[in-house]
Each structure stands twice: as structure tokens, then as C-alpha cells.
């Protein structure tokens, strides 16, 4: 019986395509998802997990934001801060992404993860208000990479931040926005993190 790393990995020329979609569309979407990715797998080096859950995650993350394919245009590539409507438009882009994805079955969980990436510890975040470890794992180490990327990036409508600076809000919103054990591990690797430097994954 195949496994599900092989199953995933059937898919990888998939995953590349749709990669290159999000490209066309948003060359920093695209950009922005292929670092989380790289990301993600190097906290997941740093929690021991396994070459199945690493490789599951890593194709999480590369397809976290993949529901922005279906924002208008105008509120994907706006220059200045969206409005209220526009970012309603935008907070739906894990449902999005949850509904193109739920429609493969090798990718249930994938899909749940996608969905749950804008969830928060304390359950104040988006689409359900899920919260803990109600959240799927992998939205939780995905959210902690996807908020550096983004803070570590410039964008239109604001500079970069520093990576001290970055470090500072991840340590502030430590279970508030982020699970405390998976941030408090990144933080104790940081340097590597930014790096992408990770710990050798656990086999099987």
C-alpha cells in the first residue's frame, strides 16, 4: 500500500502549477508561500516530527494561501492598506483555499490545515474561532512562519520589520495569537529559523 508521503509527492508537479497560478496572479503570494513552506519545515526539523507529518506540513504551507486566487484583483494587488469590505474579502481566502483542496481526498487534512492557518490560540482568529490545540498542529506552525515572513517583508503600503523587532511581537503574542510551545521554540532557534536551519527529521 503506498504511503502518504509517496501519495503527496504524485502531486508535486500539481502543487507547482498551482504555485505558478498564485505567481501569475500575485508574484508575492507566490514568493511569500514558497519561504513559509521552507519555514515550517524547519520548525518541524526543531519539534522532531516525522518525514510524513514534515513533508504534509511543508505541502501545507506551500498551498496556505492558495484561496487568494479567488480575491478580486483590485483588493489582491491594492498598494494602500484595504478598507473594512476588502478585508472581509480577504479573511475569506482559508475558506477558499479549503474548498478547492477538500475536493481532493488525499488531501483532507491538508485542507483542514489550510483552512484553520488564520486560527488563534486564543480563538480570536479566522474563519471558525477555533482555539488551542483545537487548531490542526500544522496551522499552528504555520502561522508562527507565515506571521515572520510577512513581518520580515516589505510590501506597498509598509517597510519591512526588523528581525528584532519581528522577534519581539512573536514573544509578546505568545498564546495569544501563537501556540507557546511551538513559539517558544522558535524563538530559542531564531537565528537558524531566519537561516532556515533545522534539526534532521524524524524517519517514518
Same mark, same amino acid.
Given at each position: 500500500?503506498?504511503?502518504?508521503? /509517496?501519495? &503527496? $509527492?504524485?502531486?508535486? @508537479?500539481? #502543487?507547482?502549477?498551482? !504555485? ?5 496572479? @500575485? ?12 519555514? +515550517?519545515? +524547519?520548525? *518541524? ?8 507529518? +514534515? ?15 479567488? #480575491? ?17 474579502? $480577504?479573511?475569506?481566502?482559508? !475558506? ?10 488525499? &488531501? /483532507?487534512?491538508?485542507?483542514?490545515? !489550510? ?7 486564543? =480563538?480570536? =482568529? ?14 499552528? #506552525? ?18 519591512? $520589520?526588523?528581525?528584532?523587532? *519581528?522577534?519581539?511581537?512573536?514573544? %509578546?503574542?505568545?498564546?495569544? $495569537?501563537? @501556540? ?15 537561516? %532556515? ?6 524517519? =517514518?
Amino acid at each position: 500500500m503506498m504511503k502518504k508521503i /509517496e501519495q &503527496f $509527492m504524485l502531486y508535486h @508537479d500539481l #502543487i507547482a502549477g498551482i !504555485v505558478a497560478a498564485l505567481e501569475a496572479r @500575485d508574484p508575492y503570494t507566490a514568493d511569500h508561500s514558497n519561504r513559509v513552506a521552507e519555514m +515550517t519545515q +524547519t520548525i *518541524c526539523g526543531y519539534l522532531h516530527l516525522s518525514k510524513e507529518k +514534515t513533508a504534509l506540513y511543508h505541502i501545507a504551507a506551500h498551498l496556505h494561501d492558495l484561496g487568494k486566487i479567488g #480575491i478580486d484583483d483590485s483588493v489582491l494587488r491594492k498598494k494602500s492598506s484595504l478598507n473594512d469590505e476588502e478585508w472581509a474579502q $480577504m479573511k475569506n481566502h482559508p !475558506v477558499i483555499g479549503y474548498n478547492i483542496l477538500h475536493k481532493i481526498k488525499a &488531501f /483532507e487534512e491538508i485542507s483542514n490545515i !489550510v483552512r484553520a492557518h488564520h486560527e488563534r490560540w486564543d =480563538g480570536n =482568529g479566522y474563519p471558525d474561532g477555533l482555539s488551542g490545540k483545537i487548531i490542526p498542529l500544522g496551522a499552528r #506552525i504555520i502561522a508562527i512562519a507565515d506571521s515572520i515572513d510577512a513581518m520580515m517583508s516589505s510590501r506597498p503600503y509598509r517597510s519591512a $520589520m526588523s528581525a528584532d523587532k *519581528c522577534r519581539k511581537e512573536i514573544e %509578546k503574542n505568545i498564546n495569544h $495569537m501563537y @501556540d507557546g510551545e511551538i513559539a517558544s521554540l522558535a524563538l530559542k532557534n531564531w537565528e537558524g529559523l531566519l537561516k %532556515k536551519e533545522s534539526t534532521p527529521v524524524m524517519q =517514518g
